[in-house]
């Protein structure tokens, strides 16, 4: 292991991870506390800490403007509806690939500017066939190392199911290695899920140690078909309310 | 709010926060890693993710040294006897004041040193009268913010409960505000548990919106006095084992 750094460091950036329990989903909330209003966004916040969220973005005295998706969850309803509820004046960011509703639709190479930091998007489909990953910029002013959020395109030491949604085992894989593992080794991983308990992860250390990435793509192709997987428990409710953004959403 | 740093920087420390989902531990992994041993210490591990941790430890060529313990908890077996089974060699440590065995017993205003990195002992009694935090050292090449590891004395928005195991909620008010409270407003608070899916906080943010610790000290005692908790149900095993650092241990 080369690199160890387990900390992304700027004088710009406000970061926190957030955990739901029941379906394993990190929350991840980023502001640029260097600009006076302190502009924030949250990535994947689920329905049921959303009053969790907002009052730490409340006591914090920061001004949430967006509220970010990764792809349709098919495990908990997103919380970016309700936010707009509770806190209107927030925007709900999804891919265009995705087909759901939002009030952005954002396409790869696309930022999203929160202050003087932004995040890129990236196409990683595979998982669902909108799913996107989002990377904090490359610049003298972004955060370094660089923080990547992969949904669940790239888990720790795992990936995201492919037999739905527009899963392919093949296209994810492709998106793993062409937009992911070509990242700087010392990217710090953020995923939209852990099971295991770990918190986050590196390029360098996944693309060592992922039991299934660092497999050739027919060996992934092969584990990918035999996982044998029951479908999600909420899925039923969870895609059709995350199509619009959480039942809740006031945008469609 | 003034401070906002949410990760601490430096060029020697690596640092993973682990969690335990069953009783919603927190494990912290350190090391320095700019030291040719890559020396580094587990606090609070716990027995049924030793297997996680090592293999963590060993995939980052870390060489585990120590096993730390904030106190006797009630809820969880502690790691450390299987640790030292599985990886012999290293040394288990807990407070001296917690009457129990370990290989190290400290006292506050010990320090445990890790190649070039240190943390330092501070007694924060009340939770159990054994308790401890430890504290990232004070210096120039030291992690800047500090890093504070509460155990349960200090937890994020709360702190543990004070009916038993030499609790005291009198004794508990008195060493937070007197060695976690007078830490720098930036210091990044990491306790042993969070039952929220909150990861860090800070001196500041707990100075300001910990429902329980911004009272006064008759406040304090008489919401202590009231939360009617259950006894947690691990304890009966819990606490003998974790008087031996685990019913593994091999030191008695």
Known sequence: ?????????SSKLFFRQLFEKESSTYTYLL?????????????????KTVDRDLSLVKELGLKLIYALNT?????????????????????????????????????????????????????????TSGCVTYVTGD??????????FTGDALLIRGCGRTDFQGGSSLQLYKSVHSQIFTL?????????HDYKGFSVSTVEEEMLYNPRLTKNQE??????????????KMMGIAVPANMVCGLQDTTS
């Open 139 to 148: 610049g003298p002013d972004q955060p370094q190392p660089r923080m990547v």
């Open 184 to 192: 700087p080794k010392d990217t710090l991983i953020y995923p939209a």
């Open 219 to 232: 060996t992934f192709k092969g584990i990918m078909e035999n996982l044998n997987l029951a479908y999600p």
């Open 1 to 9: 292991m080369g690199s160890y750094t387990a900390s992304s460091q």
């Open 31 to 47: 502001a640029d506390v260097s600009h006076p209003d302190k502009p924030a966004l949250l990535i994947d916040p689920v329905d």
């Open 71 to 127: 792809h349709v969850h098919a495990d908990h309803i997103t919380g970016t509806g309700l936010i707009k509820t509770k806190s209107p004046g927030v925007k709900s960011i999804i891919s265009k690939a995705s087909g759901s509703k939002a009030d952005i639709l954002v396409e790869p190479g696309d930022k999203v500017s929160f202050g003087d930091l932004f995040l890129e998007v990236r196409a990683t489909p595979g998982h």
